[in-house]
């Protein structure tokens, strides 16, 4: 039986970790729809469902008492947040990283 390589053995590694995080994310997220602040998650879940501008976002998220909010609840909504801009703005054919926007 034929060894994977060093490059072939890290691939393997970074899907499995990969993998293990997103679950890990799903399970955090489910969690939080289910826990104290689901009401405000669920509003912002259909939000982000449906993301069509920064502008409608911001009003959503200002709308919010964000006070009562855990921090990692919070968290959670950041980084839901995080991979709704992304989508969106690669469904618009922008760079995904802000750092791409940078003209030289």
């Keep these: 039986m034929r060894r994977k390589s060093e ?29 104290v602040h689901h009401d405000v998650l669920k509003r912002l879940m259909a939000q982000l469902k449906d993301l069509r501008s920064a502008r409608e976002l911001v009003s959503f998220i200002s709308a919010q008492d964000w006070s009562t909010v855990d921090a990692d609840t919070r968290f959670i909504c950041l980084h839901e947040i995080n991979t709704a801009i992304c989508a969106l703005r690669q469904k618009l054919g922008q760079p995904i990283h802000p750092a791409d926007d940078l003209s030289v």
């Design 7 to 35: 490059k072939d053995q890290k691939l393997a590694d970074d899907a499995r970790l990969l993998k293990a995080w997103r679950n890990w994310h799903a399970e955090q997220l489910e969690e939080a729809l289910a826990g």
